[in-house]
């Protein structure tokens, strides 16, 4: 608006300098029209005016009217400054004032122009001489220049209205086409501001703006790229600490693991220890007895011989021998003896079983896969755990076993007795809970059942079944989480379970599950590969590298 304004101002200006000049030059062109009008009308007045023949004065200017339309006036003077001849009067005139435009003529020496509002006064003295004859006055009517002038006014305001009418188009045209881009550029950053960087401006122009509009695309698609690079970092930060997060767990985990291992193994190691030394002190002298048994049945058997030949040879010993045979009564030791011999073979046979069952449970250090029989491990297991077996009241708890006939599996059988042993003292602690428990009155004895079972020629299944109380669905999948336990601090560790999932599951490549059923009991059963785990199942072996 402010340019429509300045071009209107403009026009103007150059408006009223047109009007100027026209003004100048219509001046300049009437004083020399009136200039000549009065050069003719001082000519053919001179002589008359001379003779002051009034008559032929008054007609010279009523001629010169006619035929110059523009005289407004027209005066001829004698010397005394009076009118002597008018334009608008018929016939000479006798003034008998002098006009103050005549005195003025004849006293001035160059023409006098006088410009009035509607026209311009011209007036001159008649000079013969020395002698100043009148003088003559002519008006000459600046009409013309009024058209003119009003013309190049109308004209002038007719320029300045379009320029100013085009001056405000063009300016609404520039204007849209400047400030359209800029507000979708002002949009664009607000959007860009809120977050949304998804922004492009459409290039309309080739001008500053259209520059402006593409540097500000590329700004907006480079902060794109940039973002997209921070984000690709921040992920790939992100993954990598979860890959550490996790791998720390897993280190922590591994830790736990190692830890509950050492623990429990140290503790079946010490107990094994024992055993083992228990096993080799028991096993001299008891090697002793069932050793020297033998020979002793065959002397006693000899002396006996020897004393019933004796009898047959001296059937009526001397008195103080009969006295004395009778005091021991021989006849009851000739017949008690050899069962007397029986019993103590039969004793030292079970002392050789219960020193062979100690050495197979100790079998701890024995690092190797080794050929073993099952039936071995869980029977010297149960010899282990014996005293425990005896209950407060009836007849302890009963063990059943039904064992299939196995060949001997590829195994670590002192970790295995470890497994039994933890199932095992597991089962008795619940029914011994049960007995302890005054609100549960078992209905059945409590009972222990064993069975073995060949799956297939490479797997083989050991099912321990206790009749006890059944394990809550909620605990049910923590069994096997390390230092879980229901029992009270110093009772449990709650070790035994994760070691022996351990056990089985990672070093033997089986499987270790529970079954709990109220009003039934629980079962662990585990299922173990018959041979080495690493030469039968390369799949598991291959998947845990
Ligand atoms: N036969 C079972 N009957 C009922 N509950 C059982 C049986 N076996 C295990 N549980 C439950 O599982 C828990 C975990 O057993 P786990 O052998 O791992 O630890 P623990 O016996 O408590 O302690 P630890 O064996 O280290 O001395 C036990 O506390 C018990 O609640
Ligand atoms: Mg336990």
Known sequence: MTMTGLVVIAISGVTALSVQREQNTFHQEWKERA???????????RDPLYDLEADVLSQLI????????????????????RIIADLHRQGPVYATQSSPLGQRLINSEPTVFIWQSQQLVAGRAIIAGEQRLGAVSIGLSTAPLQQKVARVRNQGIVIALIAGGLGASIAVVLSRSITTPLQ???VATRKIAQGDLNQQVPIQSHDELAVLAQSFNEMTSRLQQTLSLLQAHKDELEQRVQERTQALS????????????????EKMSSLGQLVAGVAHEINN???FIHGNLTYASTYIQDLLDIITLYQRHYPNPPAGLQEAIDAVDLAFI????????????????????????LRTFSRLEEG?????DIHDGIDSTLMILKHRLKMATGNGIQVVKHYAPLDPIDCRLGQLNQVFMNILTNAIDALQDQEAAPSSPSQQPPTIEIRTRSLSPDWIAIHIFNNGPSIDTEIHSKLFDPFFTTKSVGQGTGLGLSISYQIVTEHHRGR???HSKANWGTEFILELPTHHPDETMPDLAAADR
């Open 368 to 372: 190797d896969f080794k050929p073993a």
């Open 285 to 287: 002298p008891a090697s």
């Open 334 to 357: 000739q017949s008690d003896l050899p069962k007397l011999l029986q019993s103590m073979q039969v004793g030292s046979d079970r002392i050789n079983e219960i020193v062979r069952s």
């Open 512 to 514: 270790l599950y529970c």
């Open 62 to 81: 009523s001629a010169l009217a006619q035929n110059h339309p523009l005289l407004t006036s027209g005066h001829i003077y004698d010397s005394d400054g």
């Open 250 to 265: 897993e280190a922590i985990q591994h830790l736990q693991q190692t830890q509950t291992q050492l623990v429990q193994s």
């Open 184 to 186: 979708a550029l002002v």
């Open 35 to 45: 200039s000549l009008l009065l050069d003719t009308l001082e000519v053919v007045a």
